[in-house]
């Protein structure tokens, strides 16, 4: 990464230049011969009293004294992704969730409030994609009001890492004490080359209708899954289930479901019985629901995971998928979690 201008290393940021994309170089050692360096490349959300924070494109923000820079630049926004289909974070944001619908929802200003008693956060957290049309301590006053009446903890899911994303958004409720949670991936793939797999479909059954023995295999259907469940899995432009049966009948070997939304064709609830893992059952789900999201005319595949589940990051870059951009759920301080 080249800082010099004449063989000098420069520091051309300044607090200016909060809201862009820079990278900078600091010392992390004593500034001796010898001394070690590291590069940041994130956007900047402030630069306050002497300390800069810089958000990574994983959401991760990085705070920076100014004394230890030695080199620092604005560079361009994001790169669009070179493999998988080109799309921006605010429309995969808005196809996700149309896949994922609440049962209630309010605008505010370009804001939505989502609540679906509790069942999941993507379903009962604000989507920020714009301006809420007030300023922000009015907008957060009302997304806490509007979370307490219906006896829920106010999360606000926030992108960042693309173009078009919320890390300044993200700093500001970092700054008003609001708590950041589980750290989720947006990955993208063609959907072509997963109907294309070499996988052993006979056995997948889809449907365009919700049951209960789907329901059975659900790892977050506890006892009997809530009527707001079922509407949210139910909900979407085009939705479908697959089933693997087990042997000898009881909860299905695995599961799946798609929402097929324009060229979109979005993965959720991808679930393997833990006796019958690595034996081929996810990648056949997948492959029965990519077919059918094809003959319904799609052509892009999206899914959203949490960043620490290992193996589905395995299976899903086996599969062709890569990291969109990244994702946090933040929550109002002062507030128990579900």
């Keep these: 990464m080249d800082f010099t201008t004449g063989g000098r290393l420069e520091v051309r940021i300044t607090p200016d230049d909060v809201g862009k994309r820079v990278s900078v170089r600091l010392v992390t050692e004593d500034r001796e011969p010898g001394a070690t360096f590291t590069d940041v490349v994130g956007v900047l959300t402030s630069w306050t009293e002497g300390t800069l924070s810089i958000t990574r494109r994983t959401g991760e923000p990085v705070r920076i004294a100014e004394s230890s820079l030695v080199a620092g630049k604005v560079v361009p926004a994001a790169p669009a992704r070179r493999r998988g289909p080109a799309t921006s974070a605010p429309e995969l944001d808005r196809v996700a969730a149309r896949a994922w619908p609440p049962v209630t929802s309010e605008p505010l200003g370009e804001w939505t409030l989502r609540a679906s008693g509790g069942f999941t956060r993507r379903a009962n957290s604000v989507l920020p994609l714009g301006d809420p049309g007030m300023g922000l301590d009015a907008a957060l006053r009302r997304v806490t009001e509007w979370y307490a009446a219906r006896e829920l903890p106010a999360y606000i899911q926030v992108s960042a890492g693309a173009e078009g994303t919320q890390e300044l958004l993200a700093a500001e409720l970092e700054s008003r004490g609001w708590i950041r949670e589980v750290s989720s991936r947006m990955e993208v793939a063609a959907l072509a080359p997963i109907g294309d797999l070499d996988a052993d479909t006979s056995a997948v059954t889809l449907s365009g209708r919700l049951d209960d023995a789907w329901l059975t295999r659900y790892q977050r259907s506890s006892g009997e899954p809530s009527p707001e469940a079922r509407t949210v899995l139910s909900g979407g432009p085009s939705v479908w289930f697959a089933t693997i049966a087990a042997e000898g009948g009881g909860a299905p070997a695995a599961i799946g479901r798609c929402v097929v939304d324009g060229r979109w064709a979005g993965f959720t609830a991808v679930e393997v019985a833990p006796e019958r893992r690595r034996q081929g059952l996810a990648k056949a789900v997948m492959t029965a629901?990519?077919?059918?999201?094809?003959?319904?005319?799609?052509?892009?595949?999206?899914?959203?995971?949490?960043?620490?589940?290992?193996?589905?990051?395995?299976?899903?870059?086996?599969?062709?998928?890569?990291?969109?951009?990244?994702?946090?759920?933040?929550?109002?301080?002062?507030?128990?979690?579900?």
């Design 289 to 338: 629901l990519a077919r059918k999201a094809l003959d319904e005319g799609a052509s892009a595949a999206y899914l959203q995971v949490e960043t620490d589940n290992g193996g589905a990051h395995a299976l899903y870059e086996g599969m062709g998928f890569t990291v969109h951009h990244s994702y946090h759920h933040w929550r109002a301080s002062g507030e128990d979690p579900r």
